[in-house]
């Protein structure tokens, strides 16, 4: 079974602190995802990476960068938390069949519910 | 404008009815992909189902079927005598072939009473 584990379930920041948001995959896959949950929004995509040190933008990418620099770690950064950053932050991973992003099924981890104070 | 819509905020059951959770997407592609997800209270999103635009055969699990129409860009979810263990959030998603463009819907929030 692929695992995908976020480094926190919980987390609370104040505002203006850099804040690391961290995951992990087990199953050497391509494709790593961070998105945030937000009530009455549903998911939505702030940056996903196809590859070790790509990383394309998704909806929502002000306020927030990423890195990896490694395959199975993917990492979220927020430079200058605020409140308004407030959220749960689901991380995914996926893999491509024929360099197709698209088309495979994204595993998610539990989550982490970040406060910013 | 939205591109998954997911018009059902919220539903609530009686065990052993049955629910269909409907989905309407939006794309211009003609190779895309569209998926069901289910979020328990515990908080991950489970992966259910895939269908790609080519493939419009509905599609039967146990007690789960799934209603793919192109001509009304559906991709409807039903659950056949639920279950209190189906009470969940279930997101309805849309990834585009061109450009990897990924969507989810608002979701839909699944309460069967016992």
């Known amino acids: 079974d692929v695992k995908v584990t976020q480094s926190s379930r919980y987390l609370v920041k104040r505002t203006g602190e850099k804040v690391f948001l961290e995951c992990v995959q087990d199953?050497?896959?391509?494709?790593m995802f961070w998105y945030r949950q937000d009530p009455g929004l549903g998911l939505r995509l702030i940056y996903f990476?196809?590859?070790?040190?790509?990383?394309e933008k998704g909806d929502i990418p002000e306020g927030y960068s990423v890195s990896r620099e490694k395959k199975e770690r993917f990492s979220l950064i927020l430079e200058s938390a605020s409140t308004n950053q407030t959220s749960m932050y689901l991380c995914?991973?996926?893999?491509?069949?024929?360099?197709?992003?698209?088309?495979?099924?994204?595993?998610f981890g539990d989550g982490t519910r970040l406060s910013i104070l | 404008a939205q591109k998954v819509t997911q018009a059902q905020t919220e539903i609530s059951v009686v065990e052993k009815e049955d629910v269909t959770l409907d989905c309407v997407y939006e794309?211009?592609?003609?190779?895309?992909?569209l998926f069901w997800y289910k979020q328990p209270p515990s908080g991950e999103l489970v992966f259910l189902i895939r269908?790609?635009?080519?493939?419009?055969q509905n599609e039967i699990s146990g007690r789960y079927s799934w209603n793919f129409q192109k001509s009304t860009s559906s991709f409807n979810f039903t659950i056949t005598a639920s279950q209190v263990v189906d009470s969940a959030v279930y997101f309805c998603?849309?990834?585009?072939?061109?450009?990897?463009?990924?969507?989810f819907g608002t979701g839909t929030s699944l309460t069967v009473i016992p």
């Open positions: 199953m050497d896959h391509e494709n």
């Open positions: 995914a991973s996926s893999t491509s069949v024929r360099e197709i992003i698209s088309n495979q099924p994204q595993h």
């Open positions: 990476s196809y590859d070790v040190k790509m990383k």
């Open positions: 998603a849309l990834s585009e072939y061109t450009g990897n463009q990924f969507y």
């Open positions: 794309t211009r592609d003609t190779t895309y992909y």
């Open positions: 269908r790609n635009s080519f493939d419009e």
